[in-house]
């Protein structure tokens, strides 16, 4: 089991900037894929950024240039800074944590970017 503590979410005004962060902790392994994923109000939840081990990162395509998503293998750490936040960047963020066929979920934070 794995489990995902998220941290770092509130209200900010647009142009804005926010930095969540989660760590993981319990059976870890070397190789692992960590993300953000947001879920609007009344919306599908969609994946915002994703990391490998090694540092590779992809970005949807309404986050582009404005997050960057990191990580610290050696505390099992995720981040996400998050940049000139728009009202439409408001939701729920989860982090996920998935390594071969296991997949993990944080319980997720608040973001509301007001206009």
């Known amino acids: 089991q794995v489990q995902l503590a998220e941290s770092g979410g509130g209200l900010v005004q647009a142009g804005g900037s926010l930095r969540l962060s989660c760590a993981a902790s319990?059976?870890?392994?070397?190789?692992?894929?960590m993300a953000w994923y947001r879920q609007a109000p009344g919306k599908q939840r969609d994946v915002v950024a994703r990391?490998?081990?090694?540092?590779?990162?992809m970005y949807a395509d309404s986050v582009k240039g404005r997050f960057t998503i990191s990580r610290d293998n050696a505390k099992n750490t995720v981040y996400l800074q998050m940049t000139d936040l728009k009202p439409e960047d408001t939701g729920v963020y989860h982090c996920?944590?998935?390594?071969?066929?296991?997949?993990?979920w944080g319980q997720g934070t608040q973001v509301t970017v007001s206009s």
């Open positions: 990391i490998g081990t090694g540092g590779s990162t």
């Open positions: 319990g059976s870890i392994v070397s190789f692992s894929l």
């Open positions: 996920n944590y998935r390594y071969g066929p296991y997949e993990y």
